[in-house]
DNA sequence: AAAACGTATAAGCTGACGCTTATAGCTTGT
DNA sequence: ACAAGCTATAAGCGTCAGCTTATACGTTTT
């Protein structure tokens, strides 16, 4: 079921790990760093992308170091697919989209503020 | 906020109107007859999917036709062609599903059973 | 072996979400 | 004018998602 991966992407400090761990690999003391939540809360995220296989695990001693997985994204683009049938007009802007080279080689993710601190 | 976008496609019934709407243009009363929920909860859906401009609105007399927008998926697009950058090989699969011709041209959106009638 | 570290899990709280029923506002038909 | 049809909105309710604190468990360090 698609919702189910778009229901992973849909937080958006949730998003933001994903972005983080596309750019390379994070364990989750470096992740809970970077942002405002604490640790379990960064664990459950974490469970929650594992779950839709977004990203994958490997430990090493006492790390638990995370990765995004491309291959997790395949629904996404499949689920896009269809509507390039459906609008084969309208969404060549898909086709064009990814096809144009990057403007912007240095582009980063999604720059999201994450949550203020908050005491 | 992309995340934003994600949480719209979210829900199975929302997500699976939205794919109704992207077929052909349908009015209320139509969607709320292929669902199993009441007319307001179409209406809230519409609402909320009109609220990211994934859907457009046209009203006729007592009827209000809704119909999907292409271009509401943008943002979704162009937050996958980000992991294009990070992932050249490994989502070159990304690209190669969106050039490859339609293995099926009339392949249908997910068709995902809706909600059981709950009484 | 004891202490410190890194992570996962349990339990509880709170707010948001998706649903329902009730109802109001237009529009059309009689 | 009145009734009927279509849609949106309000209010209330149950569930769940995301957060917190507390804690348990394995690993490393001393």
Redesign the interface.
Known sequence: ???TL??A????T??AIFELL??HEHSVSELVDKFEVTQPAISQHLAALLAVRLVSTRRSGRNAYYRAR??G??P????????????PE??D???A???KP?PD?S????K?KHHAPRH
């Open positions: 079921m698609t919702s778009f229901r992407l849909s937080d958006p949730r998003l596309a750019r491309p291959e994204l395949r996404v683009i499949d689920w896009l697919r269809l509507y390039q049938n459906f609008w309208k969404l802007s898909l086709k989209v990814l096809d990057s080689k582009a980063k993710p999604t999201e």
